[in-house]
């Protein structure tokens, strides 16, 4: 196994999300491993002073039409929920807690049933019931993850997973790091593809 | 010949020039003409209250680096120029003067002339001189193009085809329109190439 792809999130992201329905095979093909890390892109809509794109005017009603027909091309279901966007921080302490408490690919399960409540089920994924109820749903204890959700010591990981994405100069999703290499957006999954398969250029 | 390609882009831009490296193989592939439409960006930024990419904090750093990476995956001679970004009002006049004048073909010449002079050889695209040089290597009249810089019919006519633009939606450079179908980037010009190959999705 060579060095791992990075894939950073949010789980309110609707590239995110696409971005999440391709980053695994590009892993597989290449044999490299893929560590999903969720953040809170509402960090860095606060470092730099801007806003989602979604709710941006002119960008907003494009990028609304571009996902719709990026979905199509890919083959992904897809839907613009409403609410949308929403925050998220729930569903990040679900995740680490869950990575923590049972390991990366459980909390990789979630994620995936998360983004799919989202985006294809219109549950609001910001909503902290609603992530107790999805983790539920996978098999994981729903109390205990509810109580997660109140833990400091899963508050403070949250943030600190959040300053290090930060401090690494991550600033949108689906943002992906290999070695020292950053790709930004899904319109960038081919060219990390290409890196992973020459080593660079 | 079928619908038309409209390509709008900035000659400050430099994803509008990487654009402009490709855009034309993909109108010849599918028998479509590509009409250039240089504008101003600024009138963006100005409209929605934003900035170039290459000028924001994080994000900038980023571009640049994307950029060279960019150009090298796809075999493009390019630097970032020095003083960059810079307005491009007398570039833009310069073009549709000459296009009034002397037609489409000669236009595309001189804006191609233009781009090259930017960001391969770090020639000011900003400054009314270079445009004036530029035009008159190419065996344009070069009193002819300086006195039309000053000519109001020409500022009129720039003025008119900015509103056009942002009339249109654009925003961005490279922004490609086909039809009702608009492609923001050159990250896009894949959506349209496999748009114009099947039609539509």
């Not at 329905?21 to 093909?29: C, F, P």
């Not at 606060?46 to 990028?63: D, E, H, M």
């Amino acid at each position: 196994m060579s060095q791992a792809i990075d894939f950073y999130f949010d789980f309110s992201s609707p590239y995110g999300y696409l971005g999440s329905q391709r980053i695994d095979a590009i892993g597989e093909k290449h044999n490299c491993a893929v560590n999903w890390r969720p953040y809170l892109m509402g960090a860095v809509f606060k470092q730099l002073g801007t806003s989602p794109l979604v709710s941006q005017p002119v960008k907003g009603p494009y990028s609304r039409h571009d996902l719709m027909r990026s979905a199509r091309l890919y083959g992904i279901d897809f839907n613009i929920p409403d609410p949308f966007p929403v925050h998220t921080v729930a569903a990040c302490r679900a995740y680490y807690w869950v990575q923590d408490s049972a390991g990366d690919e459980r909390a990789k399960q979630l994620a995936q049933a998360l983004y799919r409540g989202y985006f294809i089920d219109n549950c609001n994924v910001g909503d902290a019931e609603v992530v107790v109820k999805t983790a539920a749903g996978l098999g994981l204890d729903g109390e205990a993850v509810a109580a997660a959700l109140q833990d400091d010591a899963i508050k403070a990981r949250l943030r600190t997973e959040v300053d290090a994405a930060l401090e690494k100069g991550v600033f949108g999703a689906p943002f992906f790091i290999y070695g020292d290499e950053r790709f930004w957006g899904c319109d960038r999954i081919d060219h990390l593809d290409k890196w992973l398969e020459t080593g660079g250029w």
